[in-house]
């Protein structure tokens, strides 16, 4: 964790040129204020700045002012703060089980669950292939995006400001994670809650698929009809949609029987 933190103090000298002003300019007139003002307050931060939030939607394919440098920064901070927080939240675990359990809060598919949830796939700035291959939800392009995001909150306001910006949103993921599920995907934690339940297994099937034949995302609904729960997912492969449309019945049936 501390070399991951020595890269923030690091990062603290990035000064973005002055060009990029006017891809903010071109930002706000293709998605509006307003739209990036709920963005601001989904997010729970004001850029003061508002030039970065832009830089972190803009995607390599829209302009040679892209996010990837934000996403590099954001990876290191978002590793940080969540090995900080896994740290005081988990006392009695071991330091495996503690890289296992940030493995699965920092991976792609977590990520971009939570980009999801912001909507930040409505303010992405991409460029005309991308936008024509539905690159708007694909996870990839949204977890990169999340990860410039944070980014950005740092280099506006600081490393106070970015960690309690993913404390905000990351909390509904910490406050329902379960230790004992270290190494279980998504597929065999709700196969084994149904089982513990007789309740049958779910079905999985393709109900659409995006973009071109060569970057494909697939839509996955899993059905579980004796609890009436249906649930989709998005991914780049037929197993990750799986995965996705999986954890959200899991947690949505973990909620509604109150499992411990």
């Not at 949830?117 to 690159?135: A, F, R, W």
């Not at 329902?176 to 196969?191: E, I, R």
Request: aromatic fraction near 6%; charge should be neutral; include cysteine.
């Amino acid at each position: 964790m501390s070399a991951s933190c020595s890269i923030l103090l690091r990062a603290a000298i990035i000064n973005d040129t002055p060009g990029s002003g006017s891809v903010a300019r071109s930002a706000r007139s293709s998605t509006g204020s307003a739209s990036r003002e709920r963005l601001q307050q989904h997010i729970g931060y004001r850029f003061s700045r508002p030039e970065l939030l832009s830089r972190a939607l803009t995607h390599r394919s829209h302009s040679a002012l892209h996010n990837e440098r934000l996403e590099f920064l954001g990876d290191s901070i978002l590793n940080c703060v969540v090995a900080a927080e896994l740290f005081e939240r988990f006392g009695e675990l071991s330091e495996g089980d503690l890289s296992r359990l940030r493995a699965q809060l920092v991976r792609e598919e977590t990520l971009y669950q939570v980009a999801q949830t912001l909507g930040i796939g409505d303010h992405l700035q991409l460029g005309e292939g991308e936008l024509k291959s539905g690159g708007f939800a694909r996870p990839s392009i949204l977890a990169d995006a999340f990860e410039a995001l944070i980014g950005a909150v740092f280099v506006d306001g600081g490393f106070p400001a970015a960690r309690e910006t993913i404390r905000r949103l990351y909390e509904p993921l910490l406050a329902n994670l379960d230790p004992k599920a270290l190494g279980k995907d998504p597929k065999t934690l709700l196969q084994e809650l149904l089982q513990a339940r007789k309740i049958a297994l779910p079905q999985y099937s393709v109900v659409a698929t995006h973009g071109a034949a060569h970057s494909q995302n697939f839509e996955v609904e899993c059905l579980v009809p004796q609890l009436s729960v249906r649930t989709t997912g998005i991914g780049s492969s037929r197993r990750n949609a799986e995965q996705e449309a999986a954890m959200r019945a899991f947690e949505q049936i973990r909620r509604r029987t109150a499992v411990p």
